[in-house]
């Protein structure tokens, strides 16, 4: 077996072809986007690299024949990069049914992150945000991956395990039938505050976007800076989003609560990409836009799919989040624009996103797993902190 750094374009597109190779003959697997994966590693389009940075390795095997690959990362920002000693990461593995041939794979990225100075790496795991490629699929397989969601062989789990990697957290997704009735609850909340001067929920006008960024970053900053799980955001950042999703967005998906007019809450979904880019062979060319605007236009998506979800601190247990999605599911239910509602996940370290979820009727629909691998074999493994509420 080789080891091949990835340096130039040709290592590059074996890097994105790999994944097919190993996922071929798999009717529910869906091809990411190509330039997505590349965007990845790509310094002027990845933000993450003011933090770290990467290197990719493919295998290939004693007949050249490409088998595998892995990229390993490391980052100042990443959320568990400083639990108890530094830890990197590894990500965008695929790789034949081999343990040796995974052991190969796993060896060259740690021995990369020991010499950065890393005691620990964690993976499967993207280079940025947690909203793509995070986390390996052990259950869900016969369902379609929604977009971002990462896609694997049944026998990667025994390939990690194989290695040595621990369970360092659960991840669980969640989704419900569009049409599924709201718990009483939700109803009786929503008159609640229906009633009570100054409380407001309504969906975006896309004419009107700057304004909503500023929405957004409000209540992710003050919903999520409260437990140091994610940095703040600014309002051209959101903005920038915004105008990137405008095309495939559907504003009817996308809630804000206001009190006296002052966002305190968001309901943030989006269609399910996958259901457009699914035939689409991992391109998104002038020819494939056309067609995504052909079938949006005609309905073709059926699924739509949690990206944000947020309650301001002081605002938060009231039954506020109850009051806004009720809003939004006497607009979206009984329409027929949308049969299915996957929420997105949560890990088992946020019960209490968990319980949003299951409320909200949600069952339990895939499992991914974050898993960790301690260089130091004699250290203690420990599994991630549950979080603590302020």
């Known amino acids: 077996m080789q080891v091949i750094e990835v340096n130039n374009p040709s290592a590059a597109r074996d890097f994105i072809n790999v994944n097919v190779i190993v996922n071929k003959g798999n009717p529910c697997y869906i091809r990411p986007l190509d330039n997505e994966v590349n965007d990845v590693f790509d310094t002027s389009k990845n933000k993450t690299y003011k933090y770290g940075e990467t290197k990719r390795w493919i295998l290939k095997d004693d007949k050249g024949a490409l088998i595998g690959r892995i990229a390993a990362f490391t980052n100042s920002k990443y959320v568990n990069f400083g639990t108890d000693f530094p830890t990197g990461g590894v990500g965008f593995f695929d790789c034949i049914n081999d343990q040796a041939a995974a052991n190969k794979l796993f060896d060259t990225a740690a021995e990369w992150l020991r010499s950065k100075g890393m005691e620990a790496m964690d993976g499967p795991i993207n280079f940025g945000d947690r909203d793509k490629w995070w986390g390996l699929m052990v259950e869900g397989f016969d369902k379609e991956p929604i977009y971002g969601m990462p896609y694997n062989p049944v026998y990667y789990e025994a390939l990690l395990e194989g290695y040595g990697f621990s369970n360092f957290y659960n991840q669980y997704y969640y989704a419900m039938n569009v049409n599924d009735p709201l718990p009483a609850r939700f109803a009786e909340r929503h008159a609640r505050f229906k009633s009570k001067a100054g409380y407001e929920a309504k969906h975006i006008d896309v004419k009107n976007l700057e304004k909503h960024a500023q929405d957004f970053a409000t209540v992710y900053n003050a919903a999520w800076a409260q437990h140091g799980e994610a940095k703040e955001i600014t309002t051209q950042e959101v903005l920038k989003l915004f105008n990137k999703m405008k095309a495939v967005m559907d504003e009817r998906l996308i809630w804000f609560a206001y009190y006296k007019e002052e966002p ?75 049969d299915r509602y996957e929420m997105g996940w949560s890990g088992d370290w946020n019960p209490k996103m968990i319980n949003i979820y299951k409320h909200l009727g949600g069952e339990q629909s895939r499992r991914m797993v974050t898993y960790r691998f301690l260089f130091d074999r004699n250290k203690p493994f420990e599994r991630h902190p549950i979080m603590e509420y302020k």
């Open 264 to 338: 305190i809450a968001m309901w943030i979904n989006i269609p399910d990409l996958n259901q457009y880019f699914k035939r689409f062979n991992g391109k998104l060319g002038l020819l494939q836009k056309l067609r995504l605007l052909l079938m949006k236009k005609n309905n073709a998506c059926r699924i739509f799919t949690g990206v944000a979800f947020g309650v301001v601190p002081k605002f938060q247990a009231l039954g506020v989040d109850s009051f806004m999605i009720y809003e939004g599911a006497l607009l979206i239910q009984g329409k027929g624009w949308y």
